[in-house]
């Protein structure tokens, strides 16, 4: 029962971490085309608060995963949670690079427009595929 509810909590942290991971990118695309200060701040304050949160919601979900594996380590023999994993590590990737970009808009620094920016928010919707198709069809 306990593994269970180890799940859900999993479940529903992943949740939320992928609504900022989809949403903070959107954020960079707007950022991305402002021209005036009071909006920078509005959307520095946006970012930075956003981050800080889906930063806590990715941190309890690696660490309900990582209680998961504990409870069940045979778990990690199945190539499908092993590819699930290296999709992970590419998320985390990803999510530190978004960090990267915050601190870049903070200083002035922003070095992409708007359209990179839609393609770059298109990444973690590939990942949520690809780890959502392995965890329910686990077809390796």
Not at 46 to 51: G, K, N, Q, V
Not at 52 to 61: E, R, S
Not at 92 to 107: A, E, N, P, R
Request: hydrophobic share 60%; aromatic share 16%.
């Amino acid at each position: 029962m306990l593994y269970l509810w180890i799940k859900a909590l999993h479940v529903i942290f992943v949740i939320a971490w992928f609504a900022g991971l989809f949403y903070l990118p959107r954020l960079f695309v707007y950022h991305a085309g402002t021209t005036d200060s009071l909006s920078d701040d509005r959307f520095q304050i946006m970012e930075r608060r956003l981050y800080a949160l889906m930063t806590l919601a990715g941190i309890v979900a690696v660490v309900m995963a990582g209680i998961l594996i504990v409870l069940q380590p045979t778990l990690l023999s199945q190539h499908w949670l092993q590819a699930k994993l290296w999709l992970v590590a590419a998320l985390i990737f990803y999510h530190g690079w978004c960090g990267q970009i915050v601190k870049s808009f903070k200083l002035s620094r922003n070095a992409h427009s708007g359209t990179w920016y839609r393609w770059f928010n298109e990444v973690p919707t590939l990942l949520l595929f690809a780890i959502v198709i392995l965890v329910v069809v686990r077809p390796i």
